[in-house]
């Protein structure tokens, strides 16, 4: 596998956990344009404790995941009474707020003569981990995509589950899932933190991959951007923001001989799709039907085996 | 299904700690610098490569630039171009071809005997490059 | 005290700019209820044809700002006709993200029109700042101040004067409604679209010409400037859009004057933050309706 193309999967994988951020919330009926500050939140963590404070990647990525789970939850919580507009602009102003708390924030160390951390604006480099560890690209990522597997088994476990379908509820209507009992404040709050976490893994893993990020990359462009990748792909399944994300970046290099009119072809594309499907390629009908053919097929074949004699019961 | 999240998650951690063989590596410093090419948004970029601490050049790697859009990670990021070496030891030679003008973060990545990866962010223009300021956003005039 | 005066002076003359892009903003939100994330990005595009009609035709500023206002029309009808127009009535994030995917559409079409960094775009007005004792006055400011509040006067009047405000209000009340007892919404809110553009384009060209310089980063940050007006000062109501703009201003003057401009901006989002947790409203909006607006 030639290095471009590694290159290019790993930042697929890497941007579907924002992806899956965002549309963990679209679950529970609420937009968020500010996921990428958990991404930015995580990012950052996560390569202070590898770079500064020297710790193994497996514990820097479990703390870029606390932190961004807890910064979502401070989040979630005064903006628990928020929906819509309201709740989507306020993540957005958050989301900014922490980007220009990031221009601000100096953390360096002198390690080895050098200055290490992150530096204001000028941004954090030189995380070198996988560098100074012999990580080559390839095994980073087997690493994004097991971790990013993980996630999405979650995802399959959490859409059986009971949680799963009260996500579902609240986001279809807030107000009948409440009548029924459901403590909507505590389940808005828990798919907040996971949500925030999950960012918070992605960022991790982002800040490893290219060894520098700066507070400009976690803008209003990468909220929205993965906010959209949940639309595009679709929102009937979890695999539907990778399928989004996939689109994007993977259809972006395919018309690379367009280069000058890649954004004007996509996002036309992107507003056509969205008028013919306006929950994604993947929305709920579609799992559905995809779901009802698979067990139609299944029957079929488990019918097939049995004694002719029993064939028709 | 629960067993096989369990499976997956164990095979992640240890796929993590496996990462973890500690062997430090030599560090590199590049200076790049880099100047319109013959077409536009072609940029041809000369960049000296030493060891960070010893100021050795590195000889002999392979070097390839990939460049990405800070405002926009993955979305804009350039094909990499394999740099040629010059018989000057430790410099290397290559062309690049942006998407638009404005700020690039250059990935020099190094190959070879030593491993690594350093980034540099710069302005390029039409007829210039030059450092890459922080954007100045529109605000409020001072008198 | 001196400097109190002055900045709040400052303040109030760049937030009638942001009001002015509130107050589109606030039309477009206040009939469709969808968010139009191509806002910022369609006044660019006015810009951008404005700038080249200045640079390549050495056209005159009155050129120019018809230029900018047209393209913005143009453009808003475009993005109208293509992400609002087509949906159903309950998809609000299917619109928004379509106006999201077309905004990166603008932005690169304005790149190719003006591949460059930064233009220069004509000045409003040229020559000495105004002075009252001691307290300087920019000239180009204060018309732009003027046209906010005049052109704020015209849409209140517009909306609560004539038949065609009368269906606009309408359609915000009920489209269903609206549509039974006659009234062509689809039209009402293509129009309504063209005019809140039109305002855009006017709001961009009077920000552009005192700021003499357009950059392809104008989009985002007009889209952006409005939107915290528009909700600072309460979704949908005209007064609020622009009162929320100046206070905004205010706002800013002050944080840059003794924090620098990082602070700035922090303080805009801070006190938006501080608005929607505490009073969604706005300055002069009711509680937000219990219909939510752009629901998932």
Known sequence: MDDYLIGVLSNIGVISFVALSAYLLLLTGEISFGQQAFFAIGAYAAGIATALWGWPLAAALVWGAAIGGGAALLVGIPTLRLHGLYFAVATLAFAEMVRILFELFHYQISIGGELVGPNGAEGFRNIRYIFDNNIDAFQFLLLIYSLLAVALLGFMLLERSRIGVTFRMIGEDETLAGLQGISVARHKILAAGIAGALAGVGGGLYAHLTTYVEPRIFDVMLGVHSLAYGLIGGLGTALGPLLGVLIDIGLLESIRILAGYRMIIFGGLVALLLIVRPRGLLDEQVVYWISRLWRRIFARVRRSRLNPRDRNV | ?143 | MIDLVQNTIDGVMIGSSYGLLALGFTLIFGVMRKLNLSYGPSIMIGGYLGTVLYLQYGAGLLAVAGAVVVGAVITGIYVERLCFAPMKAGAGIASMVSSFAIWMQLEQVAILILPRHTYAFPALATGLPLEFWSLLVRIDHLIVLCCALGLAAAVQLMLYRTRFGLGLRAIVGNPVAAHLVGINVQMAVLLAFAGASAIGGVAGFLVLAVDQQITPMFGMWATLKGLIAMMIGGLGSVPGAVLGGLLLGVLEAHSQWYFGPHIRDLVAYLVLFAFLVLRPGGLLGGAPETTTPLKA
């Open chain 2, 1 to 143: 299904m629960r067993s096989a999240t369990k499976a997956m998650a164990v095979a992640a951690t240890l796929a993590l700690c496996n990462l973890d063989s500690a062997q430090a590596q030599a560090r590199a410093r590049a200076d790049v610098s880099c100047n319109p090419g013959p077409q536009t948004l072609q940029y041809d970029c000369v960049i000296k490569v030493a060891n960070a601490r010893t100021n050795e050049p590195l000889s002999g790697l392979t070097l390839t630039i990939g460049a990405d859009m800070p405002s926009m990670p993955g979305a804009h990021s350039v094909r990499p171009a394999v740099a040629t070496e010059d018989p000057d030891r430790g410099t290397y030679r290559a062309r690049i071809t942006l998407e638009m003008h404005g700020d690039w973060a250059l990935q020099l990545n190094l190959s070879g005997a030593t491993r690594d990866r350093v980034v540099k962010v710069l302005r390029f223009e039409r007829d210039r490059v030059g450092e890459a300021v922080p954007a100045r956003k529109h605000g409020p005039h001072k008198h």
